[in-house]
């Protein structure tokens, strides 16, 4: 890839035939690394140093909304249903159930169930894995308090359509949290050539900057499915400290998205 | 894999070794909703008694915050003679004290007390005895709905695996946790399982540590006479007693020990002199090897060591101890982050975050340590006169004397919330 002309969005993947949101080629990528999920120097390193501060940002962001009280206190999720999009290895749904949320996550690489799966018993938590799409969930009528879209919109294949399918899994009143990366140059050095090319932190190919997704694209693909962006909060990498912070006034590369669902249902 | 059935006991984590480190960092947890099962070998009434555990130990400012944090200060705090002043002197037994000497003065801190940490009149720190510590400990360890102890109790093997750990004690019952700390001390065989190896020497030094009752008060003065032989500490107690900690070459430290009590209050007056009035013995003496040990790394799979298991070092300064709380105050707080957001707390990540935090403080004042020991246990004149130099350099320039009483004070460096005086 030549990296200093980003390419033309003609090599995007084709729409799959049956209108399904899933990228079978995204799919084939991650679920060749499965077995790393887990290890914190392995290919997603970068997403273990994440992990603290999302987890963070999506617990008190539940916490205020549902007005759970001191964020301090153990189990502060208690009872709050959750389904995690694209759940990986489950990095996000077993802190997520420790802190007292009941959990499913849903994946569309088999592999990942079984890792995130596996992973889960040995640890002894109970959590409810599929491998499925986010319209076969839409498809049963399930609705969860919160639906966590983490780092998966950069890798679907039609975003409205997947939003939409993700939005009708949310209860009317309940939220949506969107996190991805912004289609700028910024995000093309960073992320692409960044973090692939140059510290090696993701195998190069890991993200398609074509497929990363704009705030006001984003904002206007939840609207019409019936979702009203509430924060909007940039996530910045600092590489002399090697940590991750929250920035409100920067959503260049990483950014963070909460909205509600508003009562009416989406068309 | 373990079936569930095979566990007994569960926890969050398991901390082999039950004395002052692990109880309060059992404590430490216990406060935050991390539940401990705590194993000891000794039975918990034997330990308080003096014929246990005849030392004291400098509990520095920053480690009375620690404590007072932890609710057991209050319990502490009666028994605990503040130090306002620190008297360093080099000498012999024939010329005496040297007249250059090191003078640390409480107050002299006041100038510095803009920062939140120190308050203005705060002494230096606090001299208890080890058994008031332990029983203030052991009271609250009793209480805290928290912590199992298991007591007297031999741990026979700890599994650690990716996905947890399993301890396995002496009478067959399982211990099923996330993480296993090891307080087990400076021959920690949680430690030597694990393959941690350490830098370990001894010194050719013993401590003889005992109490005596003087005519005069101390009005909370601490020396430390640099005696060739090692160094001669006298520690304000309550109650006209001062606690001392007499290193010595080893051989006469058997032959001291052999003395009846006359000869060897004797031997002891002629070191400490004459500026309380006449000295009486006030309990018996003890005597303690002399060693330096620093392990080369404080963490593994789902194991992380604090206190003596992790660094010992020569009581010159009064500083092991006060290693050993700062490490608790940083592996409670990087465990408790951990809970709060829901990750194991036994990741890799997790105890990456508390060897970096605690190495580089220990490693510098074990280092420290180390070198003071050498520098003035002898009696060659021109290292006498080098030391005594030094000791009245730092003494002519305030902002290193004052960098150094901060040190002494536990108050240097990224602190633990408990240190600061917030809430775990």
């Given at each position: 890839m030549n990296i200093a002309n980003p390419p033309k969005r003609s090599d995007q993947a084709a729409p799959n035939p049956s209108r399904s949101t899933i990228d079978d080629a995204e799919i084939e990528k991650f679920g060749k690394m499965a077995e790393d999920w887990w290890n914190p120097d392995g290919p997603f390193k970068p997403l273990h140093a994440l992990n603290p501060l999302r987890i963070q940002f999506i617990r008190d962001q539940l916490i205020q909304h549902f007005q759970r009280g001191d964020p301090l206190k153990p189990t502060p999720l208690r009872g709050l249903t959750i389904?995690?999009?694209?759940?990986?290895?489950?990095?996000l749904c077993e802190p997520m159930t420790r802190l007292g949320a009941m959990v499913t996550g849903v994946d569309a690489a088999d592999r990942n169930i079984d890792i995130a799966r596996t992973h889960a018993q040995r640890m002894e938590l109970s959590i409810d894995y599929r491998c499925a799409a986010a319209e076969d969930l839409a498809a049963e009528g399930l609705a969860f308090d919160v639906v966590l879209n983490m780092e998966v919109v950069e890798h679907v294949a039609e975003v409205d359509l997947f939003l939409n399918a993700a939005a009708r899994l949310v209860r009317p009143g309940g939220l949506m949290i969107v996190a991805t990366l912004n289609r700028t140059a910024k995000s093309y050095a960073l992320a692409i050539v960044g973090a692939e090319y140059i510290m090696r932190w993701l195998p190069v190919g890991t993200h398609d900057w074509l497929k990363f997704v704009r705030p006001s694209e984003l904002a206007r693909s939840l609207r019409t499915a019936n979702m009203k962006i509430e924060t909007l909060t940039g996530l910045t990498?600092?590489?002399?400290?090697?940590?991750w912070s929250l920035n409100e006034r920067d959503l260049g590369v990483n950014y963070i998205a909460t909205a509600i669902r508003t009562n009416r249902l989406p068309a | 894999m373990n079936d569930k059935n095979d566990v007994d006991i569960r926890a969050d984590v398991l901390i082999a070794g039950g004395g002052m480190a692990g109880m309060t960092m059992a404590l430490a947890l216990s406060h935050a909703d991390v539940r401990a099962v705590v194993v000891e070998r000794?039975?918990?009434?034997?330990?308080?008694?003096?014929?246990?555990?005849?030392?004291?130990?400098?509990?520095?400012?920053?480690?009375?915050?620690?404590f007072d944090g932890l609710g057991v200060w209050s319990a502490m705090v009666d028994d605990a003679e503040p130090i306002l002043d620190v008297r360093v002197a080099d000498g012999n037994l024939t010329e005496g004290v040297s007249p250059l000497f090191l003078h640390y003065d409480h107050l002299e801190l006041s100038s510095d007390c803009h920062?939140?940490?120190?308050?203005p009149d705060a002494p230096l720190g606090y001299i208890l005895e080890n058994r008031t510590i332990r029983r203030a400990l052991a009271?609250?360890?009793e209480n805290s709905e928290n912590i199992e102890t298991l007591a007297p109790s031999d741990l026979a093997s700890v599994d650690r695996t990716a996905f947890g750990v399993t301890g396995v004690l002496a009478d067959g019952r399982r211990i099923k946790a996330a993480l296993a700390i090891g307080a087990d001390g400076r021959n920690s065989p949680l430690r030597v399982a694990a393959g941690i190896a350490a830098t370990d020497f001894r010194y050719p030094q013993t401590s003889i540590v005992c109490t005596v009752a003087h005519d005069r008060p101390h009005n909370g003065v601490a020396v430390e006479l640099f005696l060739p032989g090692g160094p001669f500490a006298m520690l304000p107690l309550p109650g006209q007693r001062t606690n001392i900690v007499w290193s010595e070459n080893s051989e006469l430290v058997t032959s001291l020990m052999a003395l009846d009590d006359a000869a060897f209050l004797a031997e002891v007056s002629r070191r400490f002199g004459d500026w309380l009035g006449a000295l009486t013995l006030a309990g018996p003496r003890f005597s303690y090897p002399l060693g330096f040990l620093h392990a080369e790394r404080y963490t593994e799979l789902r194991l992380a060591l604090i206190g003596d298991a992790a660094h010992a070092i020569h009581p010159i300064a009064g500083q092991g101890f006060n290693m050993g709380l700062r490490d608790v105050a940083a592996l409670a707080e990087v465990i408790v982050d951990a809970r709060r957001l829901g990750l194991d707390i036994g990741d890799a990540t997790v105890l990456a975050r508390y060897e970096r935090w605690r190495r580089f403080d220990n490693t510098l004042l074990a280092t420290m340590c180390d070198g003071l020991t050498r520098l003035f246990s002898n009696d060659?004149?021109?290292?006498?006169?080098a030391r005594d130099i030094g000791l009245a350099s730092v003494e002519k320039i305030p902002p290193l004397k004052r960098l150094f009483m901060r040190h002494a004070m536990g108050v240097v460096g990224t602190l633990p919330r408990l240190v600061k005086g917030e809430l775990l």
């Open positions: 389904l995690d999009i694209g759940c990986g290895g489950g990095l990498y600092n590489p002399l400290k090697e940590t | 000794q039975a918990p009434t034997g330990m308080p008694k003096l014929s246990f555990d005849g030392r004291t130990s400098a509990i520095a400012y920053g480690s009375a915050r620690i920062d939140s940490v120190i308050t009271d609250a360890v060659i004149p021109p290292l006498r006169l």
